[in-house]
């Protein structure tokens, strides 16, 4: 390889690799974006596990078919979580209370 030649293919790497690098990173901060908001409204909107509408995460009751929207405690009352296996509150075993 000649020395212009090897200058020429530097001088085209020079600018492909900061360009190639801006797309990459243009199209990655799109895709995170993405995935943050999907994450975020998972947070924000809770389906219920029912009738399958969505509703707002601090709803304790559908809006739509009035199914609880949290596993409730049977002993002390406390919203756990759906996928709980025991009250957080005061411990009592909610394994049984899934249908
Ligand atoms: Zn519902
Ligand atoms: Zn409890």
New binding site residues.
């Given amino acids: 390889m000649t020395i212009k030649k090897r200058l020429f293919w530097s001088n085209i790497l020079m600018i492909a690799v900061p360009v190639v690098f801006t797309a990459l990173v243009g199209v990655l901060g799109h895709v995170f974006a993405v995935v943050l908001f999907l994450i975020v409204r998972s947070f924000i909107r809770k389906k219920c596990p029912v009738c399958g509408r969505f509703q707002s995460g601090t709803s304790h009751y559908c809006a739509h078919c009035g199914a609880a929207m949290h596993l409730q405690?049977?002993?002390?009352?406390?919203y756990?979580a759906d996928e709980a296996l025991f009250?957080?509150?005061?411990?009592?075993r909610l394994h049984d209370l899934r249908r």
């Fill in positions: 405690c049977p002993d002390c009352g406390e756990c009250c957080h509150a005061c411990g009592k």
